[in-house]
């Protein structure tokens, strides 16, 4: 099955630590993003990527960081800069076309809390 | 800048009775307009997309919405709810030559027996 999947379902992490949030996607899509939910906020873009070996910041990027060494993969570390890392964390991925008509599919979400 | 504003926080309906969920967006362009639906600690699953064409599009599970550039605005409409479709929608505006999605805050939907 062709899907996106992101890893773990849920995520602790400590005083000072950084953590690695993992989105892997076999769709053969060329972008990918990362997504931030908070209750009453809807979602807001992280980074996004269009191509392997490039990224871009999206509209809250400050205390996070992402590479995207493979085409597949695209994965998100959130670090201890990050002052309030507790939220509900969506990778989603498009088939990157510069036509602007696409359609985003998302994975089915990682949750991170902080102890 | 673009924004997408859903002004129902929650909505309850009773099950057989029909369904619209109201989506604002602000956008100079021609929008490229999204609906997508989330279970409780889930991902996002595309309802349906508006591009061009058509202004009535039809959805998965039923659903359909009307795009009406005068009114700038991309309700969701179904005419008659189940039970299983308790959850939370969102409307986005995609905008850019590489798409980005502006999300509204989305809307509760709660079904009543």
């Known amino acids: 099955d062709g899907g996106i999947t992101q890893s773990p379902k849920y995520l602790f992490r400590k005083e000072g630590q950084n953590v690695t949030l993992s989105c892997e996607q076999n769709?053969?899509?060329?972008?990918m993003y990362w997504y931030r939910q908070d209750p009453g906020q809807g979602l807001r873009l992280i980074y996004y990527?269009?191509?392997?070996?490039?990224?871009q910041k999206g509209d809250i990027a400050e205390g996070y960081s992402v590479s995207r060494e493979k085409k597949e993969s695209f994965p998100l570390t959130v670090t201890s800069a990050q002052k309030n890392p507790t939220a509900f964390y969506l990778c989603a991925s498009s088939t990157g076309t510069s036509s602007g008509q696409e359609t985003q599919y998302f994975g089915p979400g990682t949750r991170l809390l902080v102890l | 800048a673009q924004s997408v504003t859903q002004p129902d926080i929650h909505i309850t309906v009773s099950e057989g009775a029909s369904l619209e969920l109201r989506c604002n967006y602000s956008?100079?362009?021609?929008?490229?307009l999204f609906w997508y639906v989330q279970s409780p600690g889930q991902g996002l699953q595309l309802l349906l997309k508006?591009?061009?064409?058509?202004?009535l599009v039809q959805g998965i599970k039923g659903f359909e919405a009307e795009f009406k550039r005068s009114q700038s605005s991309f309700n969701l409409r179904k005419p008659s709810v189940h039970w299983s479709d308790a959850a939370e929608y969102f409307c986005a505006v995609g905008h850019g030559s590489f798409q980005k999605l502006v999300f509204g805050t989305g809307t509760r939907l709660l079904v009543s027996p």
């Open positions: 990527s269009h191509i392997v070996n490039d990224f």
């Open positions: 769709l053969n899509h060329d972008a």
């Open positions: 956008y100079g362009a021609t929008p490229y």
């Open positions: 508006y591009f061009s064409g058509d202004t």
